[in-house]
């Protein structure tokens, strides 16, 4: 296979960790080409110079049309605000592309389908940004789940907290505009919904309630401007298969870092997972002596692919940017004809029609089928 040459639109905190990614997925895996940083676009020209030095793309630019329009890019990296996802998404597949771009799909279902429906019909690979799944303890956990450790599922729950907007005083960002979506749901619960579907599959039915702890938040002109979406929800869902669930996200939840706590259930067991601990899970099997059951704790090691191609020895951890270059080898794989594990645009599609159905269920007050 040649080298992959790449495009990266957006150099913010995930533009930066897609450049890493694309840096670092050749000395890391061994098995792929050197990827070629080709063309990078920012909203500003200066702006992209200065990024482009700093991540080693060859080229810059202030447009991003610009990356669609060049005839060496294999791939395009999408990292911007997730309303600009649509436009430059279909754009670039509908270019004869590859795309990488960061979850989620879209703030409209419509736009959502638009997307899975230009990726069928390019041909092209399109691979949303859901590299918490990529985690060796979850593969560990799905792993576990095949092979009935813990007997047959009948109920998980999982909760999804941070405290980047916990502040009440911290100004209004686009996050908070409705134009970037529901708020914690799309922003953020569909990292949880990337779990469950990689574990479980798609739900079924949903109920939802939504909360905004902070009415408004400080502008730049000095008044404050109204907060058009919310930071909280509370979900009750089930899964194919029987399975019941509750999901809670919040992210104004002061103290947490990053977590995500999944518990499943199961007619023989139960398994623990906490990302802010996420190079461990917790296993318990209900066999042997009562009196010395208990659950035990997995540290991920070189036991557990692909923690082995990072480091040799266990308990010394991966971390978000590992994921990130896990994720790219994916990608990379896919590309490739190989059967990867990652979230595709029609995969995504599903989790949208989740979200949205948590939000119509939230607008109606009763139960939602995801359909």
């Known amino acids: 296979m040649d ?12 533009g930066k960790c897609h450049a890493l990614a694309w840096s670092t997925v050749h000395p890391v895996f061994g098995d792929v080409p050197k990827p070629r940083l080709v063309h990078l676009a920012e909203a500003s020209a200066p702006l992209a110079e200065k990024r482009a030095g700093e991540l080693g793309f060859e080229r810059a630019t ?10 060496e890019i294999d791939v395009i990296s999408i990292t911007t605000p997730n309303k600009f996802h649509a436009e430059m998404a279909i754009a670039a597949l509908e270019a004869g592309k590859h795309v990488w771009c960061e979850k989620p799909m879209a703030p409209g279902f419509a736009e959502a389908e638009a997307m899975a429906n230009a990726a069928r019909q390019s041909g092209k690979v399109a691979m949303l940004g859901y590299n918490y799944i990529q985690n060796p303890m979850v593969r560990l956990i799905r792993k576990l789940l095949s092979e009935g450790a813990i007997g047959s599922v009948n109920h998980v729950r999982v909760e999804m907290d941070e405290d980047f907007m916990a502040d009440p005083d911290a100004p ?10 529901y708020g914690a749901l799309d922003d953020f619960a569909v990292h949880p919904l990337s779990i469950l579907q990689t574990l479980f599959g798609n739900m ?19 008044s404050r401007r109204a907060v058009e979406n919310h930071d909280m929800a509370s979900v009750l869902f089930h899964l194919h298969g029987g399975i019941s669930g509750v999901l809670m996200v919040n992210r104004t939840a002061w103290g947490r870092k990053g977590r995500i706590a999944l518990q499943i259930f199961g007619s023989k067991g139960s398994i623990l997972y906490d990302q802010e601990r996420m190079n461990e899970m917790q296993l318990y099997q209900a066999s042997g002596r009562p ?42 794989g896919r590309i490739r004809g190989e059967d990867t594990l ?25 139960w939602e089928v995801v359909a």
């Open 3 to 14: 080298r992959i040459a790449v495009g990266l639109i957006g150099t913010g905190y995930m």
């Open 62 to 71: 202030g447009d991003w049309r610009d990356l669609i329009d060049d005839p």
């Open 204 to 222: 079924t039915r949903v109920l939802c309630d939504m909360d905004k702890p902070y009415a408004d938040r400080p502008a730049g002109d000095g």
């Open 291 to 332: 009196g010395e059951q208990g659950y035990r704790t997995i540290l991920a090691g070189p036991q557990h692919p692909p923690y082995d191609r990072f480091i040799p020895a266990p308990g010394h951890g991966l971390g978000f940017n590992e994921l990130k270059t896990i994720e790219c080898r994916q990608l990379i």
């Open 342 to 366: 990652g979230i595709g645009f029609d995969e995504g599609l599903e989790i949208e029609r989740a979200v949205h159905a948590m939000a119509r269920s939230f607008e109606r007050g009763r």
């Open 172 to 181: 209004f960002a686009a996050r908070n505009e409705r134009a970037n979506g």
